[in-house]
C-alpha cells in the first residue's frame, strides 16, 4: 500500500491503558514526509475525529463538504494537528483517500500554530 503525505487512513490506534495493548480503529492523515513515508516503518499522523465542537481552534482543520467525499470519512470531522502519533505502518488497515492540495496547505498552517512555528 503506497502512503503519502495526505493520505487518509483508516488505522489502529493505541488507548490509554497500563501497557499500551488496548487499541481503537480511528482515521488519520499522514503528516509526515514522502520520503520518510517511503524509507522508515513508521509514519506520523494527526488524528480525526467527528467532534467538530472545537473546529474554530487553529490547530484543527474542518473536513466537510465537498472533501469529504475525497477523503473517505463518512461524517463533518476535524483534523487534530495538536494530536500527532508515530504509528508503525502495520497498524494501518486501509488507505480511505486524499486530502485535497488546498486542504494540505491549510493543515500546514495548523501543524505551525500546534508546534509554535509561526
Excluded: F, W
Excluded at 495493548?21 to 517511503?38: A, M
Amino acid at each position: 500500500m503506497k502512503l503519502n503525505r495526505g493520505s487518509i487512513i483508516l488505522c489502529r490506534v493505541p488507548m490509554p491503558s497500563e501497557e499500551l495493548r488496548e487499541y481503537k480503529l480511528r482515521p488519520g492523515l499522514i503528516v509526515s514526509k514522502d520520503l520518510n513515508n517511503d524509507r522508515l516503518d513508521d509514519v506520523i499522523i494527526a488524528i480525526c475525529t467527528s467532534n467538530i465542537s472545537r473546529k474554530q481552534e487553529p490547530t484543527q482543520y474542518l473536513v466537510d463538504g465537498e472533501e469529504i467525499k475525497h477523503t473517505g470519512i463518512r461524517v463533518p470531522s476535524v483534523i487534530k494537528c495538536e494530536s500527532l502519533l508515530s504509528i508503525n505502518k502495520s497498524m494501518i488497515i486501509k488507505v480511505t483517500g486524499n486530502l485535497s492540495a488546498n486542504g494540505i496547505q491549510e493543515v500546514n498552517e495548523c501543524l505551525k500554530d500546534a508546534l509554535g512555528l509561526k
